[in-house]
């Protein structure tokens, strides 16, 4: 089996996600912005008996992710699944983040979120199999979170094309829609969530869903 690709992998979802995957004796590659972040998981993943190979890498940063993604192909194969947990949450209000910050927020929340489509999916769907899951969010936009609300409409969108794109080569697209602050012990407890990234994979195509609202 190729794996597991895991990319926004800190504490949270990231590392949740890495570990359901783990326990089904998938190798999970990790990309995080940090080393001290993506060691820490990879230490994690190690710990269950299961190769985990760590990367890092700025996702607005076009040229250093299309970099990781390659060294992961290059480790564990085409993988199996992919899910894009990377985003940058913060409050603001309309008018108040200068439109550079709106820019550089777009590309964490969004872009890297296609640019990491655009350099695997192809290869996924010559395969004729895969499953590739975006961390959505914001089921309802808030006027005090104007950028992550933007950010995560824009991921809606972007799974509704890539569904159209490469589900019918038997390329699984779906979102996790998060409704709320992840914590341990909360009705967000990551370890839950992460239980909805590995019912999506398993699904069979004839039962497949491309949002799931946790």
């Given at each position: 089996?190729?794996?597991?690709?895991?990319?926004?992998?800190?504490?949270?979802?990231?590392?949740?996600?890495?570990?359901?995957?783990?326990?089904?004796?998938?190798?999970?590659?990790?990309?995080?912005?940090?080393?001290?972040?993506?060691?820490?998981?990879a230490a994690e993943?190690?710990?269950?008996?299961?190769?985990?190979?760590?990367?890092?890498?700025?996702?607005?940063?076009?040229?250093?992710?299309?970099?990781?993604?390659?060294?992961?192909?290059?480790?564990?194969?085409?993988?199996?699944?992919?899910?894009?947990?990377?985003?940058?949450?913060?409050?603001?209000?309309?008018?108040?983040?200068?439109?550079?910050?709106?820019?550089?927020?777009?590309?964490?929340?969004?872009?890297?979120?296609?640019?990491?489509?655009?350099?695997?999916?192809?290869?996924?769907?010559?395969?004729?199999?895969?499953?590739?899951?975006?961390?959505?969010?914001?089921?309802?936009?808030?006027?005090?979170?104007?950028?992550?609300?933007?950010?995560?409409?824009?991921?809606?969108?972007?799974?509704?094309?890539?569904?159209?794109?490469?589900?019918?080569?038997?390329?699984?697209?779906?979102?996790?829609?998060?409704?709320?602050?992840?914590?341990?012990?909360?009705?967000?407890?990551?370890?839950?969530?992460?239980?909805?990234?590995?019912?999506?994979?398993?699904?069979?195509?004839?039962?497949?869903?491309?949002?799931?609202?946790?």
């Amino acid at each position: 089996m190729a794996g597991v690709l895991v990319i926004g992998a800190g504490p949270g979802i990231g590392r949740a996600v890495a570990r359901r995957f783990a326990r089904e004796g998938l190798p999970v590659g990790l990309v995080a912005r940090t080393e001290e972040t993506v060691e820490a998981a990879a230490a994690e993943i190690g710990a269950l008996g299961v190769r985990a190979v760590p990367l890092t890498a700025d996702v607005a940063d076009e040229e250093a992710l299309c970099t990781a993604l390659d060294a992961a192909v290059k480790e564990l194969g085409e993988p199996d699944a992919v899910v894009y947990n990377a985003a940058v949450i913060r409050p603001d209000a309309v008018g108040e983040l200068p439109h550079r910050a709106h820019l550089d927020t777009y590309a964490v929340n969004v872009l890297g979120a296609l640019t990491t489509a655009a350099h695997l999916l192809p290869g996924m769907a010559r395969r004729g199999r895969g499953t590739f899951v975006v961390t959505g969010g914001m089921p309802e936009t808030k006027p005090s979170y104007v950028s992550l609300s933007l950010g995560k409409a824009g991921v809606r969108a972007l799974v509704e094309l890539l569904d159209a794109e490469y589900g019918p080569s038997g390329v699984h697209v779906a979102t996790v829609t998060v409704g709320g602050a992840v914590a341990p012990g909360t009705a967000y407890d990551p370890d839950d969530i992460a239980e909805r990234y590995w019912r999506l994979h398993a699904q069979p195509r004839e039962r497949w869903e491309r949002e799931v609202v946790h």
